[in-house]
T-cell receptor
Framework: KAGVTQTPRYLIKTRGQQVTLSCSPI?????VSWYQQTPGQGLQFLFE???????NKGNFPGRFSGRQFSNSRSEMNVSTLELGDSALYLC????????????FGPGTRLLVL | AQSVTQLGSHVSVSEGALVLLRCNYS??????LFWYVQYPNQGLQLLLK??????LVKGINGFEAEFKKSETSFHLTKPSAHMSDAAEYFC????????????FGTGTKLQVIP
């Protein structure tokens, strides 16, 4: 079974731009969660999607948004990028929201200049 | 609220020596506990998980962890370190039952000295 895939793997943007990151979960997994990882803040939960609905959201500003498609693939969008948004964005999939075991993708490393 | 505290942001061991990475948790309900490993420029890989079955949990790559409720600990151990174990390790906690949200510790970077 293929693992979680994330595209692109690396991205460079400038302040004020917007960015869209994509995540394809493991086949059969319907829950997708997003995390931001930075050296200063560590791993922080962004949001979780299941059945095309956002189930939970972390403490991030409204510039961070996401969505899930009917095939469980998910995208997250960050608008009006700030320097502090530079981070590794990790996607994790699980069978269902109640499944405590998550499988992580390799991440998208975003650099904002 | 739930949280985990990882003691020591950096740990160095000699190749062949015991690896001990410490994690203490705080949870108002019976927790699920996890250890993940992250190699440079990669995502997180699940090493092992505790979900209220056996208190001694064996994982991949020779790692194991013991759930000690009295000490609220879930320390990760490996009898003999290999160079390939050099990575960052994250302890995480989730509440059992119902909707789960995983809270991660700040990570411990393991250095293995030849």
């Amino acid at each position: 079974k293929a693992g979680v895939t994330q595209t692109p793997r690396y991205l460079i943007k400038t302040r004020g731009q917007q960015v869209t990151l994509s995540c394809s979960p493991i086949s059969g997994h319907r829950s997708v969660s997003w995390y931001q990882q930075t050296p200063g803040q560590g791993l922080q939960f962004l949001f979780e999607y299941f059945s095309e609905t956002q189930r939970n959201k972390g403490n991030f500003p409204g510039r961070f948004s996401g969505r899930q498609f009917s095939n469980s693939r998910s995208e997250m969008n960050v608008s009006t990028l700030e320097l502090g948004d530079s981070a590794l964005y990790l996607c994790a999939s699980s069978l269902e929201p109640g499944d405590v075991t998550q499988y992580f993708g390799p991440g998208t490393r975003l650099l904002v200049l | 609220a739930q949280s985990v505290t990882q003691l020591g942001s950096h740990v160095s061991v000699s190749e062949g020596a015991l690896v001990l990475l410490r994690c203490n948790y705080s949870s108002s309900v019976p927790p699920y506990l996890f250890w993940y490993v992250q190699y440079p420029n990669q995502g997180l890989q699940l090493l092992l998980k505790y979900t209220s079955a056996a208190t001694l949990v064996k994982g991949i790559n020779g790692f194991e962890a013991e759930f000690k409720k009295s000490e609220t600990s879930f320390h990760l151990t490996k009898p003999s370190a290999h160079m390939s174990d050099a990575a960052e390790y994250f302890c995480a906690v989730s509440r059992s039952g119902g909707y789960q949200k995983v809270t991660f510790g700040t990570g411990t970077k393991l250095q293995v000295i030849p």
